[in-house]
């Protein structure tokens, strides 16, 4: 039995290798791939050769990026995180044969896993597996930016998702896959009003056929029309929250504009050129502001024992509950065959290719 891998070799250089599959042992299970998403930010990354762990040693115990050898040298033979597989195989009595469910074992055919030492969520019947994708790690990442912004209000005495969001006003700088499910979390969760901005037409109608309210940046100055509607008292004007979900300077600039005094940025976004532009001389300084990172890794500190993975990927499935439909027929922007993935990797890192979500299919 062979596996097919998606493996990125070098700069612009993205291969399909054929490996023999690991043998099934006590206690590890085999599933192979239906579906497998495309995470258009990190992924292209390691493509692009802009990805920081390619170029520097990463020390796990410090914290830091430090020079010495790259931490994930080429070829990068794990990419993505986004898997859907049906267990086809299993000598474990937790994994049944015939289940379906999300993983992030990268873009490959099959993948041989032992329960112990990853992440198998169980997809329900009621789900469309395509939709699975974002089960494991896509959605966890967003609803991990809603955890921190309740955090931001509430310390370690979280006991709802929306406790960051409900009954306030709330702006996504974005309209990428993080930025929308971002913002339909926040919808769902009882947000007062969730405003999208984003320049790009395309993804603002997509936003707009999700039923979000979007804003152009470019047009009518955003924060202008954004803190003359949203009023708290005098001298106190602007969103509540703001999930920043672009990973450029101008986008947490604006973000930073966005807010009313002392409210509070959670961003999500990964800078990979870093954001030399933000300036942190103007709103930043004289409204009081906060940035807060919400990354994956992490959940906000003292939140562990009652908000672990899993129970962001329950989150997900109940959002996928509510807005699967209007999120397979929207946000999926295309389903290719898993064969062509090099090619698909190389176009969109190089801008030939236009995608919100691709999907690979086997």
């Not at 990964?270 to 807060?292: I, K, P, T």
């Not at 062509?340 to 190389?346: D, G, H, N, R, Y």
């Amino acid at each position: 039995m062979r596996d097919k891998v998606v493996v990125v070799t070098g700069p612009g250089r993205v291969d399909l290798v054929e490996q023999d599959a690991a043998p099934l042992r006590p206690g590890t299970f085999r599933v192979e791939t239906l579906f497998s998403g495309v995470s258009a930010g990190t992924e292209l990354s390691y493509v692009k050769g802009t990805n920081p762990y390619l170029n520097v040693t990463w020390n796990a115990d410090l914290g830091l990026f430090q020079p010495g050898a790259a931490s994930t040298p080429y070829p990068v033979t794990r990419l993505g995180y986004m898997q859907v597989g049906r267990v086809v195989e299993s000598e474990t009595s937790a994994i049944a044969v015939g289940t379906v469910g999300a993983m992030t074992y990268g873009h490959r055919t099959g993948w041989l896993a032992d329960p112990v030492a990853e992440r198998f969520v169980a997809l329900p019947d009621d789900l469309d597996p395509l939709l699975g994708v974002y089960v494991a790690h896509m959605g966890p990442i967003c609803a991990n930016g809603l955890l921190h912004a309740a955090a931001d209000l509430h310390g370690t005495d979280v006991r709802a998702l929306g406790d960051g969001v409900r009954g306030r006003r709330v702006a996504v700088v974005g309209a990428g896959v993080v930025a929308l499910l971002t913002a339909l979390f926040a919808r769902r969760n009882g947000a007062a009003s969730v405003v999208v901005l984003d320049p790009t037409p395309q993804r603002r109608q997509v936003a707009e056929a999700l039923g979000l309210e979007t804003l152009d940046p470019d047009a009518d100055d955003p924060a202008v029309v954004l803190k003359t509607r949203w009023a708290h008292t005098a001298g106190d004007r602007g969103a509540d929250v703001v999930f920043q979900c672009r990973g450029q300077a101008w986008a947490l600039h604006l973000a930073l504009r966005l807010l009313r005094p002392q409210g509070t940025v959670i961003d999500l976004a990964f800078y990979q050129g870093g954001a030399d532009a933000v300036r942190l001389g103007e709103e930043f300084h004289h409204n009081g502001l906060s940035l807060r990172c919400a990354q994956i890794g992490r959940v906000p500190r003292g939140l562990a024992p009652t908000w672990d993975r899993e129970r962001l990927s329950a989150e997900t499935v109940d959002l996928l509950r509510t807005y699967g439909d209007t999120i397979r027929k929207h946000l999926v922007s295309a389903v290719v065959p898993f064969d062509e993935a090099p090619a698909l990797l190389t176009d969109l890192a190089d801008r030939r290719r236009q995608e919100l979500q691709v999907v690979l299919a086997t």
